[in-house]
């Protein structure tokens, strides 16, 4: 067996873990959600897998960054008002210095069509009802007692709530 000076079985080693590391950050997902949209207004975490000890720069439109995790593999972002398609990227950096090719995908931002009015507050006396009404367009309603029609009626004094998911589920 011909001897390997040790530099040359260290430059072995090195030329191996390049090509790893290559193959690692040709395959970098960019993770969040199984379907690429989101409400108008929404918070969304996402992140990415990678190599141990790389530090990750993400860019994007229509949103905000308001919190980022560890070495920069997940973010926080809070979207915009504006409805659209918008941009999410990722750049990865690893620890041998080498940046990958941004993953980018695409991010859609659907309005919600639901509005909700339920009117002043009402002061009810006893043995008396109030009806409250949500909405009359399509869509799911939850009340605070767990009802999930478009109306409830509040037969005591309390605090009353319904969150409304339109169509698109915002």
Same mark, same amino acid.
């Given at each position: 067996m011909p001897w390997i000076s040790q530099r040359q079985n260290m430059l072995r080693k090195l030329y191996i873990s390049g090509w790893l590391l290559l193959l690692a950050m040709? *395959?970098?997902p960019?993770?969040?959600q199984s379907l690429p949209s989101t409400c108008t207004g929404s918070k969304v975490r996402y992140s990415t897998g990678g190599l141990p000890n790389s530090t990750y720069k993400w860019t994007l439109?229509?949103?905000t960054i308001i919190a980022t995790y560890g070495k920069g593999d997940t973010v926080d972002v809070a979207w915009g008002t504006t409805p659209g398609t918008?941009?999410?990227s990722v750049v990865q950096t690893s620890a041998f210095g080498c940046t990958a090719e941004?993953?980018?995908s695409q991010i859609k931002i659907t309005g919600g069509s639901a509005s909700v009015d339920l009117g002043k507050s009402v002061s009810i006396c006893q043995g008396q009802t109030y009806k409250f009404t949500a909405g009359t367009g399509s869509g799911l309603y939850l009340w605070q007692d767990g009802s999930t029609g478009p109306t409830f009626? *509040?037969?005591k004094a309390g605090?009353?709530?319904v969150k409304v998911t339109d169509t698109n589920g915002c």
């Open positions: 040709m *395959a970098l960019v993770n969040g439109t229509g949103g918008y941009t999410l941004p993953m980018t009626t *509040a037969s605090k009353y709530w």
